[in-house]
């Protein structure tokens, strides 16, 4: 069914669905208030800011900002915020002047559609995901300068001034746009609120952009049996009632014409191709930015719509548009100004000092290069102003779900609120999503690799490797760092070694290789982990050893802690709690700014210095769990939300009712107690009984049994019929340092399951 032509000019009216949404104009007055109070608080603040320094690299790391409609899943963090963040700690340790700021995106259609779908204003929206956004990006530790939003006065400021000044230097044209009209919501539908059946492969819930089925682009008027997909979520969540028993019919759609503004990006070309060569050859650009950039530059550019039929977004300063807002393509990206400037007042330092040589980088996933390398440089561009231009850019590929795709529309895969209740430190995620970091092309979430990651890679190599040495310096030197000797020629190959791979780390990092360099700075464990089996310091000191063998073993042991600190160094970036409790156990300053340098001696750290206490610190995850969060987070969101919610309404139902005859304090009736048992009884039907735990720890240990095997762990004598969680204990004590025998454990074991995994990838 083709949706009718209305060939009359339409603007929304205050009406119907419409009239539930404040106009951006009364939006922002009723904010200012608000963001007025947060402005004067921030002035009160005599906290230094970080401004550009003469004579330093200053680098301004943004990372694309998160859109407020849904909670962020682990492809949106992996592919901006993660990533943006690993490299500004890098750059901190380098001792860059770094300056990292991100926020939510919160203007645009998808806001305005979210809100009526809970019964919330836009702005309740904003508050809500905002807070649910920071708070998931402080478990996983991201670092952020500062973490702002773009419904801000700033915003609003900074983009009328940019956008007055492309209009002034008339880098801007008018057009009339033919758009889709639901007469129930009386406002134009965005495409991706206009669903039906896709022309190309027949499924019938395409969007009026794209198929999810098929992956083919769409126009809205291209769907058959088009329908209004905010009217059918209304219907869906309607609750009956005497005085309403059926829900309004879905709107009738048509098809209206509009005038909307421009960005003459045909006008602004030459400029931009400029921009691109320069800053393409002078800076680092990923392979798929580059060719999504070049691929758009030689079919040529064509006009760009930035303004849209919305009452949620910062309003177009022009009378004849006072109706309208900007299109958040053309509004988000100078989030990343207005935040600075929320920031700190001398934001201009950081943006339009061309004197201060500030670097710029970006990083995003693949879909949004279009909007970073040509609409926003463009919309600079046409301000004729010095502004600081993007320099470098990390754009990644897609990072897929088990066998299927993360979609935050309909809410497959993992979010970032379920990593947190997994019961798994926030820096195995961090870990196993930066060892997968879609750098080349697309990679995979899979649990049972997540799992062997943890115990393959950070356990064993990583964990052993750092519990190994302190734990022997503890337990063997009165928890002082032993004196050295001279070294051997095997003491002057590992610093060379190490130093090799410490050249090819920095040269990755800086290249924004992320993937590659986490592998590096493990290969550097695993050298350590090498030097210690080779040498087996822990025969040096037997009741019967010498004063040389004592003497010789303090020497392997001083260059095997101070090679533990280059390691907790080089792997912050990725799993910073994890190195801060390393630091904590090598009893040293925390301080990290400037510490990373171009070479390693081995004696950074003095002989004599008191080391903290020694304890594991990476845990062993039972293989098993891979099936039991397969089944936890299969389905949608929105199935898994509405499962909890039953279960969660059952506990309380059941706890309720119990309390309640407990606080009515009832005298007890005849067969009562037969009640109670029969109650019992049902419940243990439900749980699994004494027998079927048995059989389930048998097959745990077996399962342990072979992994232990796989990894080149030894089984521990005497662990016949006792518990799981005393045999995890046992595994945390192997990486503790207790004395092992070569045959019993290869330290560097890891490897060639390293090697497996990245095999089994390409």
Excluded at 27 to 42: D, F, H
Excluded at 575 to 598: H, K, Y
Aim: net charge neutral; glycine share 8%.
């Amino acid at each position: 069914m083709e949706i009718p032509k209305n060939e009359t000019t339409t603007t929304p009216t205050k009406g119907g669905i419409g009239n539930r949404i404040q106009s951006s104009n009364d939006l922002n007055n009723n904010n200012n208030n608000n963001n007025n109070l947060a402005t004067q608080a921030k002035v009160e603040d005599k906290s230094p800011k970080i401004l550009p320094v003469k004579g330093k690299r200053n680098i301004l790391i943004t990372s694309a900002l998160p859109y407020v409609n849904n909670v962020p899943h682990l492809g949106n963090i992996i592919g901006c915020v993660l990533s943006a963040d690993v490299y500004a700690r890098y750059c901190r340790l380098r001792g860059y002047n770094v300056l990292y700021v991100c926020g939510t995106d919160e203007y645009g259609t998808a806001t305005e559609t979210k809100a009526l779908q809970e019964g919330l204003t836009p702005m309740q929206i904003c508050d809500k995901y905002h807070k649910i956004h920071k708070e998931i990006y402080e478990w996983f530790n991201i670092a952020f300068d500062h973490f702002g939003r773009t419904t801000t006065p700033h915003q609003t400021e900074i983009a009328q001034d940019i956008f007055n000044r492309v209009y002034e230097n008339k880098y801007t044209v008018e057009e009339q746009v033919e758009q889709v009209w639901c007469d129930y919501c009386t406002r134009f539908l965005a495409d991706r609120y206009i669903e039906g059946t896709c022309p190309k492969c027949g499924f019938v819930d395409a969007r009026g952009d794209q198929c999810d089925g098929c992956g083919h682009l769409l126009n809205a008027t291209e769907l058959i049996d088009p329908r209004c997909k905010v009217c059918f979520d209304r219907i869906k969540r309607f609750v009956p009632s005497a005085a309403n028993p059926k829900p309004d019919p879905p709107g009738t759609l048509s098809r209206k014409f509009s005038t909307h503004l421009f960005l003459d990006l045909p006008q602004i070309e030459p400029q931009l191709e400029q921009f691109f060569q320069n800053s393409s050859s002078t800076g680092t650009w990923t392979a798929n930015s580059v060719s999504v950039t070049q691929s758009w530059l030689k079919a040529g550019l064509k006009p760009r719509c930035i303004t849209r039929d919305l009452k949620w977004g910062t309003p177009v300063p022009l009378e004849r548009f006072s109706d309208k807002v900007f299109y958040v393509w053309f509004d988000a990206p100078i989030g990343y100004i207005s935040i600075t400037a929320d920031y700190t007042p001398d934001w201009r330092q950081w943006w339009k000092t061309p004197e201060n040589k500030v670097e710029y980088v970006e990083f995003m996933g693949k879909d949004n290069i279009p909007f970073h390398t040509i609409i926003f440089p463009c919309s600079l561009l046409a301000t004729r102003e010095n502004w600081t231009m993007l320099k470098s850019i990390s754009t990644t590929e897609y990072l897929n779900y088990e066998n299927t795709q993360f979609s935050k529309g309909r809410g497959t895969g993992v979010f970032g609120d379920n990593a947190k209740t997994c019961g798994v430190d926030s820096f195995v995620f961090r870990y196993y999503l930066l060892s997968i970091r879609p750098e080349t092309g697309d990679s995979e979430f899979l649990w049972n690799d997540f799992i062997t990651k943890n115990n393959s890679e950070l356990l064993n190599n990583l964990g052993n490797f750092l519990n190994r040495a302190l734990k022997f310096v503890a337990s063997n030197f009165e928890n002082k760092i032993p004196e050295s000797s001279d070294w051997t020629e095997k003491e002057h190959k590992l610093v060379s070694d190490v130093n090799a791979l410490l050249s090819q780390y920095l040269n990755e990092m800086e290249k924004f290789e992320i993937r590659e360099g986490l592998r590096t700075a493990m290969k550097i464990s695993a050298v350590g982990n090498g030097y210690l089996q080779e040498e087996k310091p822990w025969t040096l000191v037997k009741p019967d050893s010498s004063p040389e063998d004592k003497v010789r073993c303090g020497t392997i042991l001083n260059l095997a802690v101070n090679l533990a600190r280059l390691v907790s160094i080089v792997i912050e970036p990725f799993v910073p709690d994890l190195s801060e409790e390393v630091w904590r156990q090598l009893g040293v300053d925390n301080n990290r700014v400037g510490i990373l340098n171009d070479k390693w001696t081995g004696k950074e750290l003095e002989a004599g210095r008191t080391i903290g206490t020694v304890n594991p610190i990476i845990k062993l995850i039972p293989p098993a769990k891979a099936e039991e969060w397969r089944q936890q987070f299969g389905g949608s969101q929105e199935e898994r939300s509405k499962k909890e919610k039953e279960d969660k309404a059952k506990k309380d139902k059941k706890k309720g009712g119990g309390a309640a005859a407990k606080k009515e304090g009832q005298p007890k009736k005849e067969g009562q107690p037969k009640k109670e048992v029969a109650a019992k009884k049902e419940g243990e039907e439900e749980g699994p009984s004494r027998t079927s735990l048995k059989k389930q720890q048998k097959r745990e240990r077996k399962e342990k049994e072979r992994q232990d095997k796989k990894d080149g762990i030894a089984p521990a004598k005497g662990n016949k019929g006792k518990g799981k969680q005393q045999q995890q204990g046992q595994g945390q004590g192997q990486q503790a340092g207790q004395e092992q025998k070569p045959e019993e454990k290869k330290d560097d074991a890891s490897q060639p399951e390293e090697k497996k995994e990245e095999e089994k990838k390409q």
